[in-house]
């Protein structure tokens, strides 16, 4: 029991707490209550449908999803709007939403080439390696 109390004394003194979704609220247009609850009702409905496959449950469930793509893509919208009328006032917020929408991020990593550990340098020699790789697995399957 000492020894359990001084670590966690220990720990709460020394490594540093960070909340990490503090860092992603203020990029995002905030949901209030009633967008919350729609957006469970349509997860219900959708849980609801695929134990049933009653096509009556999926018009539901296309109707609540349909209501919540408007809502959420007019808050987006209005959060973009006033972050545009804000941009000389408050220009940090805005390069903040702005970079993070603008990033292009490459899903597949580097791969190497061959075996003498080069690596890629463009999406398409990334396509190409993999589409190679596929092949290969493929015809050995097939023999």
């Not at 020894?3 to 490594?15: G, P, S």
């Not at 995002?28 to 609850?37: A, E, Q, Y």
Request: hydrophobic share 30%; with cysteine.
């Amino acid at each position: 029991m000492v020894f359990q109390d001084m670590l966690e004394k220990a720990c709460d003194k020394y490594i540093p707490y960070f909340d990490s979704n503090v860092a992603v609220k203020h990029c995002r247009p905030t949901m209030d209550k009633d967008v919350r609850k729609l957006n469970r009702r349509k997860n219900r409905l959708w849980t609801r449908y695929m134990g049933t496959r009653d096509p009556n449950n999926y018009k539901q469930y296309c109707k609540c999803c349909n209501k919540v793509r408007a809502i959420t893509r007019k808050a987006c919208r209005d959060f973009e709007f006033q972050l545009a009328v804000k941009a000389t006032v408050e220009p940090k917020q805005f390069w903040n939403y702005a970079n993070s929408v603008l990033k292009k991020r490459s899903k597949i990593p580097e791969l190497y080439v061959n075996a003498d550990k080069h690596l890629t340098t463009s999406d398409h020699e990334k396509v190409e390696i993999l589409s190679n790789f596929f092949c290969q697995c493929l015809h050995q399957k097939i023999r």
